[in-house]
DNA sequence: TATATTTGACCGAC
DNA sequence: GTCGGTCAAATATA
């Protein structure tokens, strides 16, 4: 571990992303511009380019090897993303605290896992959508904290027993910033979404979030661009400042991930708020599983970008500005800060 | 009518 | 007694 080496290759990857974010701003001009063919053509140049340089940022980080101070502190699991313990957080069960409803969970044991996410995609009234259907059950305001915990559980909760819960909080210093935490696993099933019923409503999704926002498919995969990539930066973080605990995710709490489609462009990202999606990663956002592991960041990032690619034919004249969406470049990866795509 | 959200009350832990 | 997590009735929405 040199940390010269490590200095070096931390302004590299600060670099690199700084080219990835000025290559969003000239899509984004294209996007602009009247649609034709050629820009058409143009965009999905662009696109790959922010893969290419993506692929590369992640060649950096792993470079560093940093992985290795990430990996044992992930097996702490214990820490907020601020660094103060997690009363809630704890590996095991939680069918113990089943046995007794309204128990505190504080001595209950579950598998937790922590994210800060930005509002993009979900407007004001939250973060965006994470791929899972959620149920909002509760609401509380929390002792020393400006705004109210919310408190949702998988839609399939009584129909398939999926005991997947999540807490979201909006952060003290940052309102565009959600502190979620996710307890338990998903145990339900893709197809169990899309028996008849279905939300009818998307909760966590604000349609007046901008006033730009018209086409639904760039939206929403501009949307999860935004959302994912926030992710993964905050692994890159995470493995790079090898402070954050996070636990990794089994594959047994992420059964549905696919090798082939991590995120279903058949059901724009952020969209899909009514099931939980075939196809789809059933742990996007909260998904921080083992970021050491080959292709998992990779995956993340280029996934999101090829989705954006994957619906520019649609875009026709409308577009979501990506102005919205900036990487914060002045994050301090020794401070353990987050770097995030934020959503002014 | 079915489903989701809101919100006060309840409960156990501390 | 306080606090955090959950329940469940009332209400809202499509």
Redesign the pocket.
Same mark, same amino acid.
């Given at each position: 571990m040199a940390e010269g080496g490590e200095n070096g290759g931390r302004a590299r990857l600060v670099s690199e992303l700084g080219r990835v974010q000025d290559l969003v701003r000239q899509l984004e001009l294209l996007l602009h511009a009247p649609s034709d063919a050629a820009s058409v053509e143009l965009g999905r140049r662009l696109i790959h380019q922010i893969v290419a340089l993506t692929d590369r940022s992640i060649g950096m980080a792993r470079a560093t090897d940093l992985a290795a101070h990430f990996l044992p502190a992930a097996a702490q699991q214990q820490q907020t993303l601020s660094g103060a313990p997690s009363?809630?957080s704890d590996a095991g069960s939680?069918q113990a605290?089943?046995a007794?409803?309204?128990?505190?969970?504080?001595?209950?044991r579950w598998t937790s896992q922590q994210a800060r996410v930005s509002a993009a995609g979900g407007g004001a009234?939250g973060p965006a959508d994470d791929g899972h259907?959620?149920?909002?059950?509760?609401?509380?305001?929390?002792? @020393?904290?400006k705004h109210p =915990? !919310?408190?949702?559980?998988c839609?399939h909760?009584n129909s398939q027993n999926c005991l997947a819960?999540k807490?979201v909080q909006r952060t003290d210093d940052d309102p565009t910033l959600f502190d979620v935490?996710y307890?338990g696993e998903h145990t339900c099933r893709p197809s169990g979404s899309g028996? @008849?019923?279905?939300?009818? =409503? !998307?909760?966590?999704h604000n349609p007046h979030a901008h006033p730009q926002q018209h086409n639904p498919h760039a939206q929403s995969a501009l949307q999860g661009l935004a959302a994912r990539l926030t992710v993964a930066t905050a692994a890159t973080d995470a493995v790079i400042g090898g402070a954050a605990a996070l636990p990794p995710m089994t594959p047994e709490s992420c059964p549905a991930r696919g090798a082939s489609s991590p995120w279903s462009l058949a059901s724009p990202v952020g969209s899909d708020?009514?099931?939980c999606p075939q196809g789809v990663s059933p742990c996007p956002v909260p998904g921080y599983r083992d970021w050491g592991s080959d292709g998992d960041l990779q995956e993340v990032v280029s996934a999101a970008a090829f989705a954006a690619v994957s619906h520019l034919p649609a875009l026709d004249n409308e577009y979501m500005p990506l102005e919205c969406f900036a990487f914060d470049q002045s994050f301090d990866m020794d401070g353990g800060a987050m770097p995030s795509l934020f959503y002014p």
């Open positions: 009363p809630l939680d605290f089943r007794s409803p309204k128990k505190r969970k504080a001595t209950a009234e259907s959620w149920r909002k059950y509760g609401q509380k305001d929390i002792l @020393g904290a =915990r !919310a408190y949702y559980r839609t909760r819960t807490q935490v307890h028996s @008849g019923g279905g939300a009818r =409503r !998307a909760p966590q708020s009514y099931g």
